[in-house]
């Protein structure tokens, strides 16, 4: 993927989160773009949902996922930790860490379902309309190919 196109990638971003109010703002998600420790994901029906996940050392981070709305419970974002998962293969990372509030059910069943555990929990790790909420510590070790 060329890294000279947030603008165009930030609209596919911003089409797959629609009315999702948790949106990174462009300048944000044009600085994550250029960092080069970072990995995107598109769904090959590119509005469908996105994965974006950072590398440091042999490890991924999943900085953020989501499918969009209309496709909900349609194996999106399922297939998108597919694709990380052969990514990490590949290129010899050994784990995936995430962090996911403790009240997203949803995310939870769904990395649950893809093999993570949890490892631990964070209190108080997100604001979200000035509330604050727990998060997991959830992570996936990874085989490699042989
Ligand atoms: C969480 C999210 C990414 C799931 O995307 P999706 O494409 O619908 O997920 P999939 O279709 O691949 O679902 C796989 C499994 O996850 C679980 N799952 C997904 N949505 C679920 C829900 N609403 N309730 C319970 N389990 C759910 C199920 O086990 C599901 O398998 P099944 O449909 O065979 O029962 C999506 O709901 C979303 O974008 N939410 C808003 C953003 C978000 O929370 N991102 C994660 C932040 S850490």
Request: hydrophobic letters at 40%.
């Amino acid at each position: 993927m060329q890294k000279n196109d947030s603008e165009k990638l930030y609209k596919k971003y911003i089409a797959i989160k629609e009315n999702n109010k948790n949106k990174w703002s462009k300048e944000f998600f044009k600085k994550i773009f250029l960092d080069k420790k970072t990995f995107f994901f598109f769904h090959k029906k590119n509005s469908r949902g996105y994965l974006i996940a950072r590398k440091i050392l042999d490890e991924f981070e999943i900085l953020s996922l989501a499918t969009n709305k209309n496709y909900f419970r349609k194996g999106i974002a399922s297939e998108l930790i597919d694709l990380l998962i052969d990514e990490a293969k590949e290129i010899g990372v050994k784990k995936i860490f995430l962090e996911v509030a403790t009240l997203n059910v949803a995310a939870i069943s769904l990395y649950t379902k893809m093999g993570f555990i949890i490892i631990g929990k964070r209190n108080g790790y997100y604001i979200k309309n000035g509330k604050k909420q727990d998060a997991y510590n959830m992570v996936i070790n990874i085989n490699r190919k042989i």
